[in-house]
């Protein structure tokens, strides 16, 4: 189960990457320019925050596998189709419907991993899920974009949809329909280790719920305007989503411009370039997959805060490994530090996501999800602008420059530095609001 929900991840995140991997062969074949090329991406993400809502709506009333089953026919059927393009008036429509089908992935995994896995396991298991986005970005860059130079860029758009209608064939196998709430105790049933100290302490009384935030009705009942209301009245989510969005602002920056920064800094060839990004994701790897595992020793070790501690802890162990390693003007001790900050970044992601399905009742999963991607959508599509904005101002010169960038960089890590501030007072929340989130899903 878990290899297959990575899976979906890395077939969207492979797309990306093959789409910016091909993009010289897209403009010569389709005679794109600049803009074109990068409004195939942005529609595609655009469509998919559209599409959040009513996905989510769909995620916490239907059968979730079947939803995403259906979902990754229509992005397969788009991303063949896109491979018979002629032209951009062509390529779009097909990247639109692409975006819509994506928007499921979020909604669906995160109701999924809340039922099949105990509240006690799944920052550790988030972390093997999502190291599926990151193989899944890689595949895209190296495999398909080697593919696409080989036989062609259409080649590796329908390799891409055909990889896609082969995950249908395993979701239906292999993939089954948990029951809602299905560990709603934290463990499972058999199973030796302790459940979340949080739900521990609801059932000991040591930590009350929020009377005011039970639920009253049936969740499948409420309108989407009252579950956005809901949602966000939950103190912790908040910070959460917060946290979040402010993070974003440095890795948005990171995603689009750090390859543009370190040719400039350094001088350095595309080949070499190349190697030195799968280094750098590699410590991004190894980092999704050690923060949740942290996260999870630590709560059984009675730190029932310690799914916003170690994202916490890891944004600024991140800030103070990136401040160095932009100052310094030797390839040689940048790499290491990197690599060492993009671990710690990457190593956040995890508990957040498992810490997010502690503070929300099981019945509004989806919905809550949707509500939080078209929230990081909007972040999204600030935050590059911004960042590019902030790098053109403080370039010396007309031309985009490395000390342009490198300035950029560190403004933007103020907000990951006050995301962690904003993380630790979520602490304080975080017990009675799981505690609120157990007694109403128990509804």
């Keep these: 189960m878990i290899a297959i929900l990575a899976c979906v991840l890395a077939l969207d995140s492979a797309d990306k990457g093959t789409v910016g991997a091909l993009g010289p062969e897209l403009k010569q074949s389709l005679h794109l320019s600049n803009t074109e090329l990068g409004s195939l991406i942005a529609v595609s993400s655009a469509m998919g925050g559209l599409a959040a809502i009513p996905v989510g709506i769909l995620t916490d009333r239907v059968r979730r596998t079947g939803l ?31 975006g819509a089908a994506t928007a499921t992935a979020g909604p669906t995994l995160a109701s999924l991993v809340g039922d099949y896995f105990p509240s006690a ?33 259409r080649s590796a758009f329908w390799a891409l949809g055909l990889t896609g209608i082969a995950l249908i064939v395993v979701i239906r196998r292999k993939l089954p329909e948990p029951a809602r709430g299905g ?31 039970l639920l009253r009705r049936d969740p499948a009942r409420m309108s989407i305007w009252e579950v956005t209301r809901y949602i966000l009245a939950i103190p912790t989510n908040v910070v959460l989503i917060t946290a979040s969005a402010m993070g974003y602002f440095f890795y948005a920056g990171l995603r689009t411009f750090g390859v543009v920064f370190v040719e400039r800094q350094y001088h350095l060839a595309q080949g070499t370039l190349s190697g030195l990004a799968v280094l750098v994701g590699a ?58 900050a993009a671990a710690a970044l990457a190593a956040s992601n995890p508990p957040v996501d498992a810490a ?73 929340t975080y017990p009675r609001d799981v505690a609120t989130a157990q007694a109403a899903g128990g509804l």
């Design 68 to 98: 995403l089953a259906v979902s990754i026919a229509v992005w397969s059927l788009a991303t063949v189709a896109g491979g018979f393009a002629g032209s951009f008036a062509w390529l779009l429509p097909a990247r639109l419907v692409l």
């Design 356 to 428: 997010r399905l502690d503070v929300v009742p099981f019945r509004l999963w989806g919905r809550a999800e949707s509500v939080r991607t078209v929230l990081r959508m909007a972040a999204e599509s600030i935050a590059p602008v911004t960042f590019g904005f902030l790098a053109d101002l403080l370039s010396t010169g007309k031309a985009l420059s490395a000390t342009g960038l490198r300035w950029a960089f560190l403004i933007t890590l103020v907000p990951l530095v006050v995301s962690a501030g904003i993380l630790l007072l979520g602490r304080r």
């Design 121 to 153: 396991e799944r920052a550790r298991i988030y972390g093997f899920i999502l190291s599926g986005e990151l193989l899944g970005a890689g595949a895209g860059l190296l495999v398909g974009g080697n593919l696409g130079r080989v036989l062609g860029w």
């Design 183 to 213: 560990h709603p105790s934290g463990v499972r049933e058999g199973d030796a280790r302790p459940p979340d100290p949080a739900r521990s302490a609801l059932r000991d009384g040591s930590v009350a719920p929020d009377p005011a935030r």
């Design 283 to 340: 410590g991004a790897l190894a980092g999704t997959l050690a923060g949740g595992r942290i996260a999870d020793r630590l709560i059984r070790r009675g730190r029932i805060d310690a799914r916003l501690t170690v994202p916490a802890a890891a944004f600024l162990v991140s800030a103070g490994l990136f401040v160095p390693a932009l100052l310094t003007a030797s390839v040689a001790i940048a790499l290491p530090l990197f690599t060492l």
